[in-house]
């Protein structure tokens, strides 16, 4: 099966070369383990390779994150500048929605902003997407709703031929009954471990599902450095 390179070397080694091409895979894990940076990695790596790429952000401001990047020297800026990433701040646009609606008199409701329209409209002329919290969709709408509009975006990325990474925050996860792990391609979870002794935390790849693609070695050991996501040594999982 034909897969995009990761950005991450390590974890391009335990895929069989990177993320299945054209198929959705799902990133789940706690605040802070490492998720969006696996998002920068996989968007930094794509642009260098020439392909087209779309950022969603839904939560963070672009601001924050373009700088994130850059401390990781994984800078997309240049990337912006020729026009191989276009970057939609679902969230930034509310906000600025709100405030030009309020003259208006206008509710908070009138202004929420279509990711499914926005991607149908854009998709079929891109490579990757990465949407960067798709988790906020299960706090809008009811289990059915959200199941819904996750699958109704999944297959129109799908269609469209994107690599597409979802990143989804684990509390959202849970409170959907993992229900989003099914729906995907592969489905990988960032796990931290705390020892409340040494105060110190390992931090766990587990690639839980990877359709077509074997996978030796399901949990591995990674640190996050100044360069970001690092695998140190997988485990055989039997
Ligand atoms: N330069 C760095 N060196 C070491 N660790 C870093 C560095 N930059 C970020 N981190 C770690 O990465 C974490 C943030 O990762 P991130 O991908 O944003 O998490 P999330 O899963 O919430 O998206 C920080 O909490 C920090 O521990
Ligand atoms: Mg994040």
Avoid: W
Wanted: glycine content about 8%.
């Amino acid at each position: 099966m034909e897969s995009l390179p990761t950005g991450v070397e390590g974890l391009d080694l335990l895929v069989e070369g990177g993320y299945p091409k054209g198929k959705s895979i799902l990133v789940t894990g706690p605040p802070g383990s490492g998720k969006t940076i696996l998002g920068l990695h996989f968007l930094h790596r794509s642009c260098q390779d020439g392909r087209k790429c779309i950022l969603v952000l839904t939560r963070e401001l672009t601001e924050d994150v373009l700088n994130q990047a850059r401390s990781l020297k994984l800078d997309l800026c240049p990337f912006i500048e020729k026009g191989q990433l276009s970057i939609r701040n679902i969230f930034e646009d509310k906000i600025n929605k709100i405030k030009s609606v309020s003259k208006f008199g206008k509710g908070l409701c009138a202004v929420d902003t279509d990711i499914i329209e926005y991607l149908s409209s854009m998709s079929s002329e891109v490579d990757v997407v990465v949407i960067d919290n798709i988790g906020v969709m299960a706090i809008h709408h009811d289990m059915r709703e959200f199941a819904d509009e996750f699958s109704s975006i999944s297959i129109i990325l799908m269609k469209n031929g994107c690599t597409s990474l979802f990143i989804m925050d684990e509390d959202s996860y849970n409170l959907t009954h993992r229900l989003t792990g099914y729906m995907v391609f592969g489905l990988m979870r960032l796990i931290t471990q705390e020892n409340f002794n040494s105060g110190k935390t390992k931090q766990y790849l587990y690639i839980e599902k990877m359709r077509n693609t074997p996978v030796p070695i399901k949990y591995s050991l990674f640190d996050i450095t100044s360069q970001g996501v690092r695998i140190i040594s997988g485990m055989k999982s039997q």
